[in-house]
């Protein structure tokens, strides 16, 4: 495959890094705190967003993001896989149901930003379905990607995601950080050839 400006949009928790969060014990106490019953942070969030419930239960979860941000660190292959990315002419974008605080606090800690086209957080239409569409429709808006052969990429952790990013045209890879497993440069080489 040729370099044809193809956009590919990482996950954050789980492919760029991963957040050391207890998500039942967290879950478990919003519930207690805000008075309300979900079944999970993605269905809450989807559904809520853009209601004071959404506000609130998000700035929760924020708080514990930001200090599991501060602990957090880089996949050792992240930079050497932004880097193909640059150098074959695509663009890298980072669609992710973390806060936008969050995803500006880490990627300015590592010194990433220049990297990124765009990144995309929870607040930023309250599901991943919302935030592939918004990418998808300004990649595709894009004179650089109009070029034949140009294509989306979805790198995520959740099979959940991976069937929304299908969905709406993406080619959709799952990604897991297991021993043995193929690593995101790897990954990102066999994605644009």
């Known amino acids: 495959m040729s370099n044809s400006n193809h956009a590919i949009v990482l996950d954050f928790d ?9 998500w039942k014990d967290l879950h478990a106490r ?44 880089l996949y050792s292959d992240v930079v050497p896989a932004l ?46 379905k919302s935030q592939l569409e918004q990418i998808r429709n300004s990649v595709e808006k894009s004179k650089e990607f109009s070029s034949i052969g140009s294509k989306l990429f979805l790198v995520d952790d959740l099979i959940r995601n991976i069937s929304i990013g299908r969905m709406l045209g993406y080619e959709a890879i799952l990604f897991k950080r297991e021993k043995n497993s193929k690593n995101l440069i790897d990954t990102v080489r066999s994605l644009l050839g």
């Open 14 to 22: 789980g492919v760029i890094t991963t957040l050391n969060i207890k």
């Open 30 to 73: 919003i519930e207690t705190e805000v008075n309300l019953k979900f079944s999970s942070f993605a269905d809450f969030f989807e559904k809520n967003y853009g209601s004071l419930e959404f506000e609130r239960v998000s700035e929760i979860v924020k708080q514990s993001e930001l200090e599991a941000v501060k602990l957090s660190e």
């Open 83 to 128: 880097e193909v990315i640059r150098n074959k002419q695509s663009k890298a974008y980072i669609a992710s149901m973390q806060s936008r605080d969050v995803l500006n606090s880490f990627l300015r800690k590592f010194e990433l930003v220049s990297y990124f086209e765009s990144w995309l957080g929870r607040e930023d239409g309250g599901s991943k």
